[in-house]
């Protein structure tokens, strides 16, 4: 069975400064893993997806990468901005079955407060 | 072009009601996927649509249901409510997130409908 995890479950950093967010993933067999964020009340807004066979992905401030061996990845953001402030979920998509069954499998997101 | 749409954003029921939740996906996508997202669980994949048809499904029981109609529009349903049920309720759309290596997977999200069962 997969299972995401994101750690920390919260991060307060000063703005201005460069971040890591973490996300690991306990079965390498994966399709793609895929970045988001979500605001408070909110939807979940696409940041970047990476394929099984890219190593990163680059998107303005944003770089996700991706070791499929180590089933991690991290998301780099530059220049924080009060902005940025928002939880911050991956999910990777993977089969779940030998019957074709697949299925995005989400972390549980780090909470991410950029300080004035 | 328009994002994914849910109706209603927030409504009340109360325990033992049903309820009927809808999501227009962006035009183009047929599939559509259903997540429930709570404090204690995070998001749960409930089921996916491709096509009208059920492609997958998670593990809800039997009172989750849901269904795809021929112009890609979906709605799930609960029936018997419980306290439990209290979520936000978001839909997904992409063209075909299980098409690999390809842009079609990737995933947008409606805002969601948030119900709560007093």
């Known amino acids: 069975k997969q299972e995401v995890t994101q750690i920390p479950a919260a991060l307060s950093v000063p703005e201005g400064e460069n971040l890591v967010l973490n996300c690991s993933f306990t079965?390498?067999?994966?399709?793609?893993l895929q970045w988001f964020r979500q605001d408070p009340g909110k939807g979940l807004t696409s940041l970047l997806l990476i394929q099984s066979s890219q190593r990163e992905q680059t998107s303005g401030r944003l770089n996700a990468s991706l070791d499929k061996s180590s089933g991690r990845s991290t998301l780099y953001i530059a220049a924080s901005q009060p902005g940025d402030s928002a939880t911050y979920l991956c999910a990777v998509h993977a089969s779940i079955s030998n019957f074709g069954n697949e299925k995005l499998t989400f972390g549980t997101g780090t909470r991410l407060t950029i300080i004035p | 072009k328009a994002g994914v749409t849910q109706t209603p954003r927030y409504l009340i029921k109360t325990r033992g009601q049903q309820v009927t939740l809808s999501c227009s996906p962006i035009s183009g996508h047929r599939s559509v996927s259903w997540y429930q997202q709570t404090p204690g669980q995070g998001l749960q994949f409930l089921f996916e649509y491709f096509s009208e048809t059920q492609r997958n499904k998670g593990n809800f029981p039997g009172r989750f249901s849901g269904r795809q109609f021929s112009n890609s529009r979906s709605e799930m349903n609960v029936s018997t409510l419980e306290l439990g049920d209290s979520a936000l309720y978001l839909c997904?759309?992409?063209?075909?997130?299980?098409?690999?290596?390809?842009?079609?997977?990737?995933?947008?999200f409606g805002e969601g409908s948030w119900l709560t069962v007093v």
């Open positions: 997904a759309s992409s063209w075909d997130y299980r098409k690999t290596g390809s842009s079609g997977n990737t995933i947008y």
């Open positions: 079965d390498s067999a994966i399709y793609n």
